[in-house]
C-alpha cells in the first residue's frame, strides 16, 4: 500500500513543481495550485476564500511574501486536521491553525 | 489532479484505519501502521530506527503515550521535510521536527 509514503511524494512533487524550483510559491503559484490540486471545495474553503490575501498572510509566517516548503506543510496539516474531523468528529478543527 | 487533496485524504485514511476508530495510535498500532504504509527504508529511518521507543516519545507532543493525530500530522511534516530537502536540497531538514 505504502499510502503515507505516496502521499508524501505527492506533496513535496506537487510544491516543485508549482514553485518553479525556486524553493517558495508567489501569491500567483499558490493560486494556481490550489485550483489544479484541490477540487472539494470543503478542503479548500480556508484557503481560497474570497480573502485570499488573508489566508496567504496566515501562511507565511516568516512574512517574505512567499510561501515556503514548511509554511505549505503546515497548511496541508490545517487542512487534513479540517478533513479528519469532518471524517470523525475528533481533532479540534482550528487549534494550532494559526 | 487533485494530489495535495487525494494525499490528504490518504493520510486521514490511513490514520482512521490504524487506529482502530479511537483517534489514538498505540505503539504497537503506529509501528504496524509505519511498516505497511512506508516502504522507503530513507522516510522511515527516522521513526522505525533501532530506538523506536524514542520516535515514539518525540511525537507524543502530550505525553499520553498514543499519538493523536495532530501528533501524526506533525511527524508527516517532518517526513516530507526531510524527502523535499533530499529532492531539492532546500529546506534544513531536522529544524522545528522535534
Given at each position: 500500500?505504502?499510502?503515507?509514503?505516496?502521499a508524501?511524494k505527492?506533496?513535496v512533487?506537487?510544491?516543485?513543481?508549482h514553485?518553479?524550483?525556486?524553493?517558495?510559491?508567489?501569491?500567483?503559484?499558490?493560486?494556481?495550485m490550489m485550483?489544479?490540486?484541490?477540487?472539494?471545495?470543503?478542503?479548500?474553503?480556508?484557503?481560497?476564500?474570497?480573502?485570499?490575501?488573508?489566508?496567504?498572510?496566515?501562511m507565511?509566517?516568516?512574512?517574505?511574501?512567499?510561501?515556503?516548503?514548511r509554511?505549505f506543510m503546515?497548511?496541508?496539516?490545517?487542512?487534513?486536521?479540517?478533513?479528519?474531523?469532518?471524517?470523525?468528529?475528533?481533532?479540534?478543527e482550528d487549534?494550532?491553525?494559526?
Amino acid at each position: 500500500m505504502a499510502r503515507i509514503e505516496n502521499a508524501i511524494k505527492a506533496l513535496v512533487d506537487a510544491f516543485v513543481e508549482h514553485s518553479n524550483g525556486d524553493g517558495k510559491l508567489s501569491k500567483d503559484e499558490l493560486m494556481n495550485m490550489m485550483k489544479k490540486e484541490i477540487q472539494n471545495p470543503e478542503i479548500k474553503a480556508k484557503l481560497c476564500s474570497a480573502d485570499f490575501d488573508k489566508a496567504m498572510e496566515r501562511m507565511d509566517k516568516d512574512r517574505d511574501g512567499e510561501i515556503n516548503f514548511r509554511e505549505f506543510m503546515k497548511c496541508v496539516c490545517c487542512m487534513a486536521c479540517r478533513c479528519y474531523h469532518k471524517k470523525t468528529g475528533m481533532c479540534q478543527e482550528d487549534a494550532g491553525c494559526r
